[in-house]
């Protein structure tokens, strides 16, 4: 999130589209109560009507995987009726850049893309710069280059009746939709987006998410209160796992794993640190060097990072459609590799196309499956179709801790880093993970240090001491190695820093190797006390007055709350809304009031976006593999042969794995599917079906169903029905009711369904399995995020 | 001092289910074997071990869906007619302090059809085996130490919320004031005559047919009507606010 949960009080307009909050994100809705309180207008744009929609002002329905037609469509809205945000627009974002001669787009296609590779040549999206090397403006935006007549021009096509026709959300409801959208546009409003996995999970996810938020910069919504792109995560610490770098292509503090070509420290640093000519541009992401230096001290103390470096794993080209999950999976089941810990995740049920990850465990030769109770993964070879006697993998259980029965932080959706303490010991021979993960390096250096190994140097040297008290996991040693120390005395500005202190701020960290830091954004977290267990509701009138409460807990970056908070400002420092000022500028004390500012430099000294190489909100963005501006294609199985912006039907750069059949008009397949969640149940239900409470409130697989649709099919609500789709089929019961409707299409009748994806054969045996026996193994590709919001299945009565 | 009261804003459940589920966490109840039949709502009803459920209602009105959601529990009546209507000394108690209505194991010598016809929103449940009835008891042992009950504890939103009767009526008159600016058939239901007073923000019925109380309720036992007829006389009057 850019913001944090309590600030949803603060909007105008709260825009639920691709998440359903009141169920999944229970206690967030007191928030959203509260802005609904002070006259807020909530919006839920969902497939479904849900516990969420039954709560919100307005609902409107479109076709599972049309999202980008519907905000397509709202750009085109806002552009044509001239209500952007003029001054925000101008002196924050792109808009007025000029693009590069060779950015081009023709009937679904990008310039510069080669359909062998399916990837594009991103070298052609970007903008044209001065004799000094700053991107050419046009602050008037009448330039026919300029981005903001590129975007007018891109999303001209996106008329009402193309988008109602392809969507099937009614041109009445989407002119609604806007409207109420639109009005936050206004110096003192503030419109919010809470999206999740509705989304993400999609061939077309990140460009979803981008279409938002270039509605939020077209409106001026970015850096202000109650405003923001906000991710609702699925799972309360995700947050901080992915800041932690648990993912292929980044390492903690989203530093980029390096690539194999880039054999040296220096290289690296020179690819992946971006470099401005323009003075006014912070540039923040030029110090990648020091975070990077600082990162492999902490994790090799005694070793220059020049030589750490080279012990860091690489990656070789391919990115997400050679890293990522589907493509882990599609390596085992090719024989690829042999060992695997699947821990703490339940890959048997909640990964695409579970059939495929099933039958690839078949082929480990052993698995570590850490986890608090059994699970279809690490009892995988007593699944359904599965022959015990002709599975060789040895699967090797650990029970570990649950989470109130262990020491440590999680990192909320908000950013915030909260301390929680152990409760109730844990249970029976189970441990904490760090505990469990701190025994198996111990074991496995020792093993090195006995039988040495190709490459043993990153194992011997590792700094581990750092983690432990008395040779234990210690979870302070570990936030404390994280946050980062001086590792000799530095003198910064005319402070001196002694060698054993723990860095105050990421400013003060060095590429030369004097100071640790195992995660960047983290430093100042753990100083001279652990700030993630502060519980403080002490704030300032100006803090109170939009709830920022900087004293409870701690929050990354520097404890700012709300990320590009100097865009919530005239280009003088004075914010557009007083009444809900996020900072303000003390021209006579010359500081920043409020929050914690995107830097201290005076307002007109540096531009607001300080994480842009240019230091404006990218409105073109010319990073993502897939286009610098949201394009509108069909998931990659869908009821329609042809939509009416392009005759490029997908994402030409989805990811995809050969001999896949997927279904495309297909009339065995004739129903739209999504997967989903309920309050009830948490991921794959690995930990909520073994409780008995949460196992009675929802017991089995359900499949809702529209009135229409259970009359076609002969199906009466509370019967068992088959669904199946091209990769697998499972039952359900059904659940028939005017919560789903058809949907007209290219004047079609089409039919939505949807399913949970909680359940999983292991437990409760009357439960049911998984819904991801249906999705297919298709993914976004940027992130490689599966697609299982949109897929095409059939029902029929059991 | 006027005892306690819940009072229970419907238009802020969002049939999270939070206080269905501490509510058996508190009180240590097994949980039912359940199915899914074609609705969210499950268990589907009260029973001798769900003392609170919430109730799941879809109502199509003019084309659009409307969902309701209701926490459904014992009232705690003011005057509660379980209590005039039991005939055995000590099982069903009225505490005094809080107005807690509390069955006790004594209810086992109570003839079940009597107690639970008496009741006008249909709460109280008997365990077949052993005969005792049961329903909530307001959290009498946590309120007794300056605590919530459990459900109230939970409740995420708001929705629930617990305290000096006098205070209670105050807040669901403020919250009714403004809910009616968005809904303007909003009513208090069954104020004066109950403990757990709910805001509805449409007709009662939208909810569940047990939500109010019924002036024209029809008796379920005919044999027993004369009875219950005099029994249910304060009930009767039962008006919304």
Redesign the interface.
Known sequence: MTNHWIDFQNSDCILIMGSNPAENHPICWKWVTKAQERGSTVVHVDPRFTRTSAKADMHFMLRSGSDIAVLGGMINYILSNDLIFKDYVVNYTNASFLVSGKFGFKDGLFAGYDAQKRAYDKSNWAFEVDADGVPKKDPTLQDPRCVYQLLKKHYARYDLKKVAGISGMPKDDLVKLYKAYAATGKRDKAGTILYAMGWTQHTVGVQNIRAMCMIQLLLGNIGIAGGGVNALRGESNVQGSTDQGLLFHILPGYLPTPASALNSLAVYNEKNTPVSKDPKSANWWQNRPKYMASFLKSMWEETEPEQSYSWLPKIDPGGSGAYSWLALFDKMSKGQFKGFFAWGMNPACSGANANKTRKALANLDWMVNVNLFENETGWFWQGPDMDPKTIKTEVFFLPCAASIEKEGSITNSGRWMQWRYAGPSPYGESKPDGDIIAHLFKEIQALYKKEKGVLSEPILKATWNKTNKHGEFDPHATAKLINGAFLKDVTIGDKVYKKGEQVPSFAMLQADGSTTSGNWLYAGSYTDKNKAALRDTKQTSEQAAIGLFPNWSWCWPVNRRILYNRASCDPTGKPWNQAKAVVSWNAADKKWIGDVPDGPWAPEAKYPFIMTKEGFGQIFGPGLNDGPFPEYYEPLECPVSGHPFSKQLHNPTAIAFEGEDKAVCDPRYPFVCSTYRVTEHWQTGVLTRWLPWLIEAEPQMFCEISPELAKLRGIANGDKVTVSSLRGSLWAVAIVTPRLKPFKVQGQTLHQVGIPWHFGWIHPKDGGDSANLLSPSVGDPNTGIPETKAFMVNVRKA | MNGKSFFVDLS?C?????C??SC??WKKL???????????Q??ADLSFNTLKVVRFS?R?DKGK?????LPDQCRHCVEPPCKMASSVEGSILHDQATGAVVFTPLTAQEDFEIIRGACPYDIPRQDPVTKVMSKCDMCIDRVRAGMLPACVKTC???AMNFGDRDEMLKLAQKSLA?VKKKWPKAQLVNADDVRVIFLAVEEPEFYAKTLMAQASEQMRFATRRDLLAQLLRPVRSMTSV
Do not use: I, L
């Not at chain 2, 969002?14 to 939070?18: L, Q, V």
């Not at chain 2, 097994?30 to 969210?40: I, L, R």
């Not at chain 2, 869906?65 to 959601?69: A, G, H, L």
């Open positions: 802020k969002t049939a999270c289910r939070g269905q589920v058996k966490q097994p949980a039912e074997k359940t199915v899914n039949t074609g609705s969210h499950n268990p879809e199509v869906v409307r969902w309701f959601f995420p939103t708001g403004g």
